[in-house]
């Protein structure tokens, strides 16, 4: 079990960009969550994946915003024309499928900063 | 859509001494699970005790133990013989039983143990 693993650590972008951020889930976990975290706040969920197919995205998620999980194992979150509120931790989970008391387990996430 | 509270934005504690966080909750949904996620400082968030809503005896993790009361829709996390490890961020968090299958977080309760 080496844990999410999230690429790159931090990001710093000018706005209008366009940017891309990595998620490795725990290998044996099906169910794959992003969340966004703004200073003070807790995460809010963006969007969840079981195996390849994304079941659920939250209103928070814009047409900006994309995600794909190909082949059911890493996941890429991309935001297009990035604006200054995008500016924030993006966190990635994974869990076990089956019940919903299944922990999910977090990386160290991805810091955006839009200049 | 369902609301997590944390009225405490900063909690202080001597260490060895036992702290208790508080968290309430807002939903029409009879089943459903609750959870408790530590966040230190530029780490990982992680899982510290889960309950069940339909368990009504408390969930204990260790040190670390709940009082639910699922009437009050209160959830507080009881943390004795606090360590310097325990400061953190902690966060409460719902997941309904069913449809989206995110966690909503409260914003936060920041622990200090003062040595």
């Known amino acids: 079990d080496t844990g999410v693993s999230q690429d790159p650590r931090h990001k710093i972008t000018k706005r209008g960009q366009n940017v891309t951020f990595r998620c490795d889930p725990i290998s044996e976990h099906n169910r794959l969550y992003w969340y966004r975290q703004t200073l003070g706040q807790g995460p809010e969920f963006l969007t969840y994946f079981q195996n390849e197919a994304q079941l659920e995205k939250s209103r928070l998620l814009s047409d900006r915003f994309s995600a794909e999980r190909p082949k059911g194992s890493f996941s890429t979150l991309e935001i297009q024309r990035t604006e200054q509120g995008d500016s924030a931790m993006y966190l990635c989970?994974?869990?076990?499928?089956?019940?919903?008391?299944?922990?999910?387990?977090f990386g160290d996430g991805t810091r955006l900063s839009i200049l | 859509a369902q609301t997590v509270t944390q009225s405490q934005p900063e909690m202080s504690v001597q260490e060895a001494e036992t702290v208790t966080l508080s968290c309430t909750y807002d939903t029409s949904e009879s089943d459903y699970y609750l959870f408790w996620y530590k966040q230190p400082p530029s780490r990982q968030m992680i899982l510290v005790i889960r309950?069940?809503?339909?368990?009504?005896q408390n969930a204990t993790e260790n040190r670390f133990s709940v009082n639910f009361q699922k009437a009050a829709k209160s959830f507080s996390l009881k943390i004795s013989d606090s360590q310097l490890g325990d400061a953190a961020m902690y966060f409460c968090?719902?997941?309904?039983?069913?449809?989206?299958?995110?966690?909503?977080f409260g914003k936060g309760t920041h622990l200090i143990i003062q040595p």
């Open positions: 309950q069940e809503a339909y368990k009504q």
């Open positions: 989970a994974s869990s076990l499928g089956g019940a919903g008391n299944q922990p999910q387990h």
């Open positions: 968090a719902y997941r309904s039983a069913k449809g989206v299958d995110g966690l909503t």
